[in-house]
């Protein structure tokens, strides 16, 4: 996942981390501001290299003067031009626009990068308070009446102003933001739609505070080593570790973000295995403090409301409007067409798996705490393949510098060099210098892949600086993810899927790598939502790829290569679970959709009742596989910029698997195809029509078939 920004020139504003309450903590913030000036950190960039940012001189009293400051300083820059005396041109508005805001930029990517990844006490303070501020803020840019009749005046006549491509896309890109955040709205529908986002500004912090504490209430804990039977000496010693981090005896086993949990594979025991899917599935919804219903059910509702004021039936309709996908109907079309396909072939898992239970006299019907720990047991039954003895195979650092590194060389040129002497936000982050294949600098890349308590879950890319030639700025980017932390003096040893995540997030930072733009609203990862996630889930297939495989995939203790049998099983094991896999994403995404489908009509929804009838209507509610995320835990789609755009995983994973069809039929993994990819694709962000950047570069439009082949769905999908 990449963390998206809504909109081009408010781009350093999150829509991502807001995890704290209001209330108190906002007015405690508020009380420690710092006065601003030359001693705080982002009052000029930094003198690091590529301006990186100055952890060891940045304090946490630091950011909230900065962030105001910087919106204060944008808010002049954007009266000077609205109030401007010179006629409006492309070079006094849109150019000027784009120049505005570097202070808060500068803040505020370097701001959520440290609350996403290593929040504190003070930092949520800071969010809590800044929240509705800083949607005060955009609002008060995209509703200045002044500065939207500069802009609208600029594109009115935009094609006889001799511009070239990219600064026609900029015009247009910057009239559609601001028509889609009201900018033709009366003054009296403005002030209407200024009260809707700071509120939804606020429930958006409301879920994410509560969120992150249901996410550490809900670890499952004991002194009981039975109850843990199953798990190997690492895992253990993990929940060991996380235990004493928590000041608790025994062993926790943290929750990850999804409604499954990895540990189930493992865990022998039944009832374990069933408390901790409650936990999961139950994290939001206990009545306490952390319960986000009330808070979902409202956004949904006041979304619609947003949505209705801008003259749209639903929030989908409006959110789409910018998208590859269009319209809800098309999105929902898409999703529809894969569901009998996805749900037939997980129907089939599941007869699977009850019959090895079955075979085993369990005496139960298949539970969905049960599938992964017998879909395992069918997986080492069919394929003989066991993930213990995967696993030690995949050593993280090796991945890294001989998977993920190895693929971006062979496909791109690039080179990587580990920068100790940078600063950094946690000892567990890791900073590398990336060289073009003339050797020339590139970028910095920054990752940090273990879990920790303050950590959001999941994993995702953003980045601490952007690319941009009008800016004169190169890209600083990152990689965060949630991999069980070994403990102290143990190898990092990760499934396949780790594996599969880190190419996937490298693939959204080399989108930002590549990025080679002039405007920084188009650049690199800025693009709709629906094509974001098409480099990074391509970049996944080369995690398969078998010069890259070979390269990584080595013993971490003797260094030998996996063996061809293993090789071999899992290639042939890589269609399996495939019903359940999509049939998860599928469920999702249909509640995202369902969820901003509501029209303003609508009453108040109680969100258990909703979710079922949702699921139900989209023949989605299959009782052994529970959707990837439950709408109360739903981070993409509440406070992550995913809002009604959740296909975009599948969407854009059509566009991937249709795009390695491509580089299959052309001779593969080759530096004439990486760069060619690079120089039509990844490197052009959003200047250009996104439908036409694919079909020119893929010579056609893209194919559903290759996704269905690549998961195996083929023949369910002939049948239907």
């Given at each position: 996942m990449t963390k998206l920004r809504t909109n081009s020139i408010a781009r350093s504003i999150f829509t991502l981390g807001i995890t704290v309450a209001m209330g108190a903590g906002a007015g405690a913030a508020q009380k420690q501001a710092a006065t601003f000036g030359p001693a705080n950190p982002f009052y000029a960039p930094s003198a690091l290299p590529f301006q990186a940012p100055a952890f060891d001189k940045i304090k946490d009293s630091d950011y909230q003067p900065a962030i105001d400051a910087g919106m204060a300083e944008q808010i002049k820059e954007v009266e000077t031009i609205a109030n401007s005396a010179e006629s409006p041109s492309f070079e006094n508005t849109i150019v000027a626009l784009e120049r505005s805001g570097q202070l808060l930029n500068r803040a505020m990517q370097t701001f959520n990068c440290v609350t996403g990844a290593n929040l504190n006490d003070a930092l949520q303070q800071t969010q809590s308070y800044e929240a509705p501020r800083l949607a005060a803020h955009q609002d008060a840019i995209y509703l200045n009446a002044k500065l939207f009749a500069r802009v609208k005046a600029i594109y009115d006549k935009r094609t006889t102003l001799g511009l070239d491509a990219e600064a026609l896309r900029l015009v247009e890109y910057d009239y559609q933001q601001f028509v889609k955040a009201g900018a033709n709205l009366s003054e009296a529908d403005k002030v209407k739609l200024k009260k809707l986002n700071e509120e939804e500004s606020t429930l958006e912090t409301e879920f994410m505070n509560r969120l992150l504490a249901a996410a550490k209430d809900g670890a499952y804990a004991t002194t009981d080593a039975k109850a843990l039977a199953g798990l190997s000496e690492a895992q253990l010693a993990s929940a060991a570790e996380a235990a004493q981090g928590r000041k608790q005896p025994g062993w926790v086993i943290?929750?990850?973000n999804t409604t499954q949990q990895p540990i189930f594979p493992s865990l022998t025991n039944r009832a374990t295995r069933e408390k901790i899917f409650e936990n999961s599935w139950s994290r939001t919804e206990r009545g306490d403090a952390n319960d986000t219903r009330a808070a979902i059910a409202r956004l949904a509702q006041l979304r619609a409301e947003k949505a209705k004021l801008l003259g749209y039936a639903n929030f989908a309709a409006w959110t789409l409007t910018d998208q590859m996908a269009k319209t809800p109907e098309a999105a929902i079309h898409f999703v529809d067409a894969l569901v009998p396909a996805a749900t037939a072939r997980a129907g089939r898992e599941a007869n699977d798996i009850q019959a090895l239970i079955d075979s085993q006299h369990g005496g139960f019907t298949l539970k969905p705490w049960d599938w992964d720990f017998y879909a395992e047991q069918v997986r080492k039954a069919k394929y003989d393949l066991d993930e213990s003895q995967i696993k030690p195979y995949f050593e993280l650092n090796n991945v890294l510098e001989n998977g993920v590194f190895y693929a971006a060389h062979q496909l791109y040129g690039l080179s990587f060099k580990e920068r100790k002497d940078l600063p950094i936000y946690q000892p567990d982050v890791r900073v590398f210098e990336v060289f073009d294949a003339d050797g020339a600098p590139l970028a910095l890349f920054y990752c940090d892949y273990f879990k920790r308590d303050n950590k959001n879950g999941g994993a995702w890319m953003d980045s601490l600086l952007g690319q941009s030639k009008l800016m004169g700025t190169k890209p600083v980017v990152f990689n965060v993810a949630n991999f069980e932390k070994p403990a102290a003096g143990q190898p990092a040893l990760i499934s396949y899927d780790d594996v599969t995540t880190m190419f996937h997030e490298f693939g959204h930072a080399l989108h930002g790598i590549f990025a080679n733009t002039y405007y920084p609203s188009l650049s690199g990862t800025q693009t709709p939502r629906d094509f974001v996630e098409f480099p990074s889930q391509f970049n996944e297939h080369w995690a398969?790829?078998?010069?890259v495989f070979a390269h990584y995939a080595k013993h971490y203790k003797t260094g030998a290569p996996m063996p061809a049998e293993l090789v071999a099983k899992i290639k042939k094991s890589r269609s399996f679970n495939q019903g359940y896999a999509l049939t998860e994403l599928l469920a999702a995404a249909?509640?995202?959709?369902?969820?901003?489908?509501?029209?303003?009509?609508?009453?108040?929804?109680?969100?258990?009742?909703?979710?079922a009838a949702a699921l139900e209507k989209t023949h989605l509610h299959l009782d052994a596989v529970p959707p990837r995320y439950r709408s109360s835990y739903f981070l993409h789609i509440w406070a992550n910029g995913y809002s009604a755009g959740y296909y975009a995983y599948l969407w854009t994973e059509m566009l991937d698997d249709d795009a390695f069809q491509w580089f299959e039929e052309h001779g593969g993994l080759t530096r004439a195809n990486g760069d060619r990819?690079?120089?039509?694709?990844?490197?052009?962000g959003n200047t250009e029509d996104l439908e036409k950047l694919y079909s020119t570069w893929r010579g056609a439009e893209p194919s559903i078939e290759p996704m269905l082949k690549f998961r195996g769905l083929k023949d369910e999908a002939a049948s239907k």
């Open positions: 943290p929750l990850q398969s790829n078998p010069e249909a509640l995202d959709l369902q969820w901003h489908s509501l029209p303003v009509t609508a009453p108040l929804q109680k969100p258990d009742e909703f979710e990819f690079r120089k039509m694709v990844l490197s052009r």
